[in-house]
């Protein structure tokens, strides 16, 4: 089977010929970043997609193996040319989300979902986890990686109401590089304020408090696995699933 990776952005030609909840994913992104009244609250979310740095892809239900290898081809193709896009920029990858999977599963199945998918993605890596990040995700420094690249992961799915920060009409992921946070936080004195905004705008945005696993990254007390899928009450994971999973993917 091959594999075609495409990445969209907001004007691309041809978005008039995709299929139906394609087109409608496309432009409930559209008007969640772009709502005045009700802000997102990723500010630097929202600078990407008003600069059209971000970069779209799709990917099929998720419970076939086929989106696996959809979402890694994008990935791939997105980390080999995401300098080029400019310094605001993430992949974000909408999965096809039929009636019945929304109908049947609870944000916790969808979190078992995510983790199942970021472990296979990283099984067809074809490249070495980078050297100086940890393999064991308990570790402050540990964070996603793919290609040889570091990313920050962020899942939305159709089963959060209460954190509507973390709620779209299909399963899909935001997907950003560690350099782009990097060149965020560059300006210590911008970031901060930035920081605090975002954070103001969380307290509108959802109808309960700012989860407690949302830390900065590096700090001795945060752990970015625990930050990638945060269900819709202040409940975590004990343990990360991730190197588990991994585990018992390669066995098979």
């Not at 089977?1 to 909840?21: F, K, V």
């Not at 080029?84 to 916790?108: Q, R």
Request: contains cysteine.
């Amino acid at each position: 089977m091959i594999i075609i990776s495409i990445l969209y952005t907001a004007n691309s030609s041809g978005l008039h010929r995709l299929e139906e909840w394609k087109v409608r994913a496309l432009e409930s992104f559209q008007a969640k970043m772009s709502d005045k009244d009700k802000p997102f609250p990723c500010i630097p979310a929202t600078i990407g997609f008003a600069n059209n740095h971000l970069r779209y892809g799709f990917a099929d239900d998720p419970r076939e193996s086929a989106s696996i290898s959809e979402v890694a081809a994008l990935l791939k193709e997105f980390t080999k040319n995401s300098k080029a896009f400019g310094n605001y920029t993430s992949l974000i990858v909408f999965y096809k989300t039929p009636d019945d999977l929304k109908g049947s599963h609870t944000v916790e199945q969808f979190e078992e979902l995510f983790w199942q998918h970021l472990t296979s993605l990283s099984k067809m890596d074809e490249l070495e986890w980078p050297k100086d990040i940890p393999k064991d995700p308990h570790d402050p420094m540990w964070e996603f990686c793919f290609h040889g690249e570091k990313y920050f992961m962020y899942c939305a799915t159709p089963a959060h109401q209460y954190r509507q920060s973390r709620h779209f009409d299909c399963i899909m992921l935001a997907i950003t590089p560690r350099w782009v946070l990097k060149e965020f936080m560059k300006k210590q004195s911008t970031a901060r304020k930035i920081i605090s905004k975002v954070r103001k705008r969380l307290e509108k945005y959802d109808s309960i408090p700012i989860h407690p696993d949302l830390k900065s990254y590096g700090s001795e007390d945060n752990f970015e696995w625990k930050q990638y899928f945060l269900r819709d009450d202040d409940t975590t994971l004990s343990k990360c699933p991730f190197h588990r999973l991994l585990r018992i993917a390669r066995k098979t």
